[in-house]
Nanobody
């Protein structure tokens, strides 16, 4: 499994970005697709997850109502639409693929994912 994240950049507070995660093979069909982020000096944190096979999405409270995760089985791609961005959203964003049980606690942790992309930088200026 290979994951390629893209779409990061510099945006002003209140702006929007859409991140993409292009996956190899039938990854989006077979795995839960998570987004995580890591800010300088902070631990990696869960952002959102999309699961085609479970038919669901989940979000961290800090991004709920601002971010939307979606995916396409045919394009084998997952997106993270980020609206109303805040300076505290500044981080390197990673996409990941895992197959732990849907709804389990591990789905919200990095150790619940087996494959990781290289990350894309998102910087939100105030």
């Amino acid at each position: 499994v290979q994951l390629q994240a893209s779409g990061g950049g510099l945006v002003q507070a209140g702006g929007s970005l859409r991140l993409s995660c292009a996956a190899s093979g039938r990854t989006v069909v077979n795995y839960h697709m998570g987004w995580f982020r890591q800010a300088p000096g902070k631990e990696r944190e869960f952002v959102a997850v999309f699961s085609s096979r479970a038919g669901g999405t989940r979000y961290a409270d800090s991004v709920k109502d601002r971010f939307t995760v979606s995916g396409s089985n045919t394009k084998n791609t997952v997106w993270l639409q980020m609206n109303n961005l805040k300076p505290e959203d500044t981080a390197v964003y990673y996409c990941a693929a895992g197959n732990r049980p849907w709804g389990s606690g591990s789905m919200y942790r990095g150790d619940g994912y087996t494959y990781w992309g290289q990350g894309t930088q998102v910087t939100v200026s105030s």
